[in-house]
C-alpha cells in the first residue's frame, strides 16, 4: 500500500467523520436508515425509545491496501444469524462511550485488542428495523493484529477492500418485506457474499463522509 493511500484516508477522516459521538439523551430528529430509501413514505422508522447500540468499523492497514474487516455471526444465533455485519452489540450501562462499547465487542467477539485499533472518528447513528440505534466507530488496525473469534457469536470474517466499498458503482438496492411493508435497503456483492441491510447502509455512509 502506498503511504499516498493511507495519508489520503486520514485526510478524509479528519475532514469527513464526525470527531465526537452524539452524547447519552441527546435528540437525533431523523437517524439515517433504510427508511431514508423510500422516498413516498411507505417505510416507518421504529418509534422511540430507541435501544442504543454500537460497531466498529475496522479499516485494516495491509501491505498492498486498505480493507474493511467484516463477521459472519454465527448460524444458531436467534437474531440474524448467518448475516454479515460489522462488530458490535447493545451499550451496555458500563460501557463508558459508544467507542468503549465497540472496542470491547469487537474484543469479545474478534480478538481485537483496542490497543490495536486507533479510533478515527463515528459515522451518524444508523436506526435499524428493529430499533436499535446504532453508533459506527471508525477505526484504524494494523494488518498484523492477531484474531481470536468467539464460535458462539462469529462463524467467519473476511476484508474486503476499501476501494472496492468506496466504488458507488457496486452499491445496488434492495427491496424486501419488513412487517409487511415492503423496504428497501443497499446491498454490495462481493464475491459469493452479499453485504446488505444495517452493514450497507453503514459502508455508504462510509462513503458520503469520506467523499462528500
Not at 19 to 35: F, L, M, Q, W, Y
Not at 50 to 75: C, G, M, N, W
Not at 141 to 148: E, T
Request: aromatic share 6%; charged share 25%.
Amino acid at each position: 500500500m502506498s503511504f499516498d493511500a493511507l495519508s489520503d484516508l486520514l485526510d478524509r477522516a479528519g475532514r469527513g467523520l464526525l470527531p465526537t459521538p452524539p452524547k447519552a439523551g441527546d435528540p437525533i430528529s431523523n437517524p439515517r436508515g433504510d427508511h431514508d430509501l423510500d422516498p413516498i413514505g411507505i417505510a416507518i422508522p421504529p418509534g422511540r425509545p430507541h435501544r442504543p447500540a454500537a460497531v466498529l468499523v475496522p479499516v485494516i492497514v495491509r501491505d498492498t491496501e486498505l480493507s474493511v474487516l467484516f463477521t459472519v455471526r454465527a448460524s444458531h444465533l436467534r437474531d440474524h444469524s448467518g448475516q454479515i455485519a460489522f462488530p458490535g452489540g447493545k451499550i451496555e450501562p458500563s460501557d463508558r462511550s459508544p467507542a468503549d462499547a465497540a472496542l470491547r465487542e469487537a474484543r469479545e467477539e474478534i480478538g481485537l485488542r483496542p490497543d490495536d485499533i486507533r479510533i478515527l472518528g463515528y459515522l451518524d447513528p444508523y436506526l435499524s428495523a428493529t430499533g436499535f440505534l446504532v453508533v459506527p466507530v471508525v477505526g484504524l488496525c494494523a494488518g498484523g493484529a492477531r484474531l481470536d473469534l468467539d464460535p458462539a457469536e462469529v462463524a467467519d470474517v473476511f476484508e474486503v477492500p476499501l476501494a472496492h466499498l468506496m466504488d458507488p458503482v457496486r452499491r445496488r438496492l434492495g427491496v424486501g418485506v419488513w412487517q409487511d411493508r415492503p423496504r428497501r435497503y443497499y446491498a454490495i456483492p462481493f464475491g459469493d457474499r452479499m453485504i446488505w441491510g444495517v452493514t450497507a447502509g453503514i459502508v455508504n455512509n462510509l462513503h458520503e463522509r469520506l467523499f462528500p
